[in-house]
């Protein structure tokens, strides 16, 4: 089946630092992705839709300055924490809608964040 | 804006049974689709099953079947002959026709009894 890879799985950084995760579909094209956040024996909570060469559309009560989205080809997304506080340690996890089927959406494996 | 309701945080069952776990959403759009979700420990969402709204007949994919009730916006997911490997969070989802993000319920905690 296809497959949507995110980078890093897991990652520490400190606090006021910047911090990316890349989102890829491996054999397939995605004009959308979307990336979610999910506490701890929580929901998935849309952050926002990502559309290739555009703007990403965020969520109400997402700050767009702080989780900067871009998705400079058809296969690559990429969500940057920007001056990262504790607070936004979590498990971030993106997904992908094959352009072919346009109905299909794949999940990524998600990414562990923890700012110290 | 769309909700998903899962009114069960958490349910068990002894192996080879048979267990129901509840989603109501709420939505004005006539066109959507419905989703159950499974997440192990790993955290890895893997699709249960899938429903479009404009189709009567339930989904059914080999153990696991819905009950999907359109006019009671009621789409519950039924898992016979229960197996040790379904233990896991299960998420009902809901997606808009116009191709949104997925709204997800808080999920359903399932505990397999050997």
Known sequence: GAVVSQHPSRVICKSGTSVKIECRSLDFQATTMFWYRQFPKQSLMLMATSNEGSKATYEQGVEKDKFLINHASLTLSTLTVTSAHPEDSSFYICSARDIRTGRSIYFGEGSWLTVV | ?114
């Open chain 2, 1 to 114: 804006a769309q909700t998903v309701t899962q009114s069960q945080p958490e349910m068990s069952v002894q192996e080879a049974e048979t267990v129901t776990l509840s989603c109501t959403y709420d939505t004005s759009e006539s066109d959507y689709y419905l989703f159950w979700y499974k997440q192990p420990p790993s955290r890895q969402m893997i699709l249960v099953i899938r429903q479009e709204a404009y189709k009567q007949q339930n989904a059914t994919e080999n153990r696991f079947s819905v009950n999907f009730q359109k006019a009671a916006k009621s789409f519950s997911l039924k898992i016979s002959d229960s197996q040790l490997g379904d233990a896991a969070m299960y998420f009902c989802a809901y997606r808009g026709g116009g191709a949104d993000g997925l709204t997800f319920g808080k999920g359903t905690h399932l505990i397999i009894q050997p």
